[in-house]
Nanobody, 115 residues
Framework: QVQLVESGGGLVQPGGSLSLSCAASGSGSSSAVMGWFRQAPGKQRELVAT???????NYADSMKGRFTISRDNAKNTVYLQMNSLKPEDTAVYYCQGIYQGTTYWGRGTQVTVSA
């Protein structure tokens, strides 16, 4: 059973930066695709960014230029660097990994952007 554990959330002021990590365990190989999603109160979960094993990246339009996704296949870890954060970025951020056609989710980490 694959487990994904996020870390790095917290409180940051508008304009600040935060870095998230997601470590995967329980799989003998790296995932085909890993990604970050987020869910704000009262809203649906939405895509933030994804990255393939080969390093191809996809971002939601509102995150382009501010967020950077990366991964370390040897460590089975995906990262999200978030810059120029806005109050509307406040949400629970979830890690997703796709292993052999099955999608797994982490429990999420809270990111709060507030003065």
């Amino acid at each position: 059973q694959v487990q994904l554990v996020e870390s790095g959330g917290g409180l940051v002021q508008p304009g600040g930066s935060l870095s998230l990590s997601c470590a995967a365990s329980g799989s003998g190989s790296s995932s085909a695709v890993m990604g970050w999603f987020r869910q704000a109160p009262g809203k649906q979960r939405e895509l933030v960014a994804t990255i393939t094993r080969g390093g191809s990246r996809n971002y939601a339009d509102s995150m382009k230029g501010r967020f950077t996704i990366s991964r370390d296949n040897a460590k089975n870890t995906v990262y999200l660097q978030m810059n120029s954060l806005k109050p509307e970025d406040t949400a629970v951020y979830y890690c997703q990994g796709i292993y052999q056609g099955t999608t797994y989710w982490g429990r999420g980490t809270q990111v709060t952007v507030s003065a």
